[in-house]
């Protein structure tokens, strides 16, 4: 699968995606893009959207957009916290449907 990291990602949790082609907003040149102009880039490219905004759902009509978004709740956004959610993110990315959001964490 084809995944795109939300700039508020550590690029470094890429690596523990392992089996799956990942790259970040900032790589793509997106930095400083909004959210729903980000999701509309993403969904031309990319197979699953992985953010830690909560926000991202209350702000934008997922259902608008023919991509997936896995939010992960951890205590924070730092490597250390989100790294432990992977394993629960890989299992869940086949069951992830475009225009809804599928949280991961707690």
């Known amino acids: 699968m084809n995944i795109?990291?939300?700039e508020c990602v550590p690029a470094r949790f890429a690596r523990s995606l392992v089996g799956?082609?990942?790259?970040?907003?900032?790589k793509q040149g997106w930095s400083g893009i909004k959210n729903g102009e980000l999701l509309e880039l993403?969904?031309?490219?990319?197979?699953?959207?992985?953010?830690?905004?909560r926000k991202l759902a209350a702000q934008q009509d997922l259902k608008k957009f023919r991509i997936p978004v896995?939010?992960?709740?951890?205590q924070t956004n730092r490597l250390?916290?989100?790294?432990p959610?992977?394993?629960?993110l890989l299992e869940k990315l086949s069951g992830a449907v475009a225009g809804e959001l599928t949280i991961v964490g707690t």
Do not use: G, N
């Not at 250390?80 to 790294?83: G, L």
């Open 80 to 83: 250390e916290h989100i790294r």
């Open 20 to 26: 799956h082609a990942v790259t970040t907003v900032p």
């Open 42 to 53: 993403a969904e031309k490219e990319f197979d699953v959207f992985v953010t830690v905004d």
């Open 85 to 88: 959610l992977a394993a629960e």
């Open 4 to 6: 795109l990291l939300d």
């Open 70 to 74: 896995i939010l992960i709740r951890a």
